[in-house]
């Protein structure tokens, strides 16, 4: 049976960690949706969300050339929490919800030409993320300190210099 040296250890709990955070990811509430935007058109996403969190939409629109696009989230009593005007390829934006309830994503075409737009809204879980986090800092600490270990032992041989 072989020993378990802190290189192991290290690697264990980085891959361990990294998958953990992994499927807390794959598993949040989250909604993507390609839509068609028309010129001066507005779509928008629901999604509900529990407690309270961070928040976060992804915006990407593929043939990107200048299009400007105004993204809105509102809370579930219709107040507007987050206005941001999209003018880049991809944008990625976070807001914070306080309570439970149905958020909207509306997403307003201003440019002169209809546009391709991929959105993806969703809850970032963040609070769900700290232990594998830490997991992963912990393996990445042997990880250094086990290389630290071996090249401190390691030495090199110097020849001596050509004297004349």
């Not at 991809?90 to 306080?98: A, I, P, R, T």
């Not at 307003?108 to 993320?129: L, M, R």
Request: include cysteine; charged fraction near 20%.
């Amino acid at each position: 049976m072989r020993t378990l040296t802190p290189f192991r250890i290290g690697l264990s709990l980085i891959l361990i960690g990294s998958i953990w955070i992994t499927i807390v990811f794959s598993t949040t509430e989250k909604i993507s949706q390609d839509l068609n935007l028309g010129t001066k058109e507005s779509a928008s996403l629901d999604l509900d969300l529990k407690g309270k969190g961070l928040g976060f939409y992804k915006i990407t629109m593929p043939n990107y050339s200048k299009e400007i696009v105004n993204v809105k989230v509102f809370d579930p009593q219709g107040s507007f929490i987050n206005l941001k005007r999209i003018e880049t390829k991809m944008s990625v934006n976070y807001f914070e919800f306080e309570y439970s309830g149905k958020y909207t994503l509306e997403m307003t075409n201003f440019s002169e030409i209809p546009i391709q737009v991929k959105a993806e809204f969703g809850n970032t879980k963040t609070e769900e993320y700290t232990f594998p986090s830490v997991m992963v800092l912990i393996g990445a600490c042997f990880l250094v300190w086990s290389g630290y270990k071996r090249l401190q032992n390691y030495s090199t041989a110097h020849p001596e210099e050509n004297k004349p």
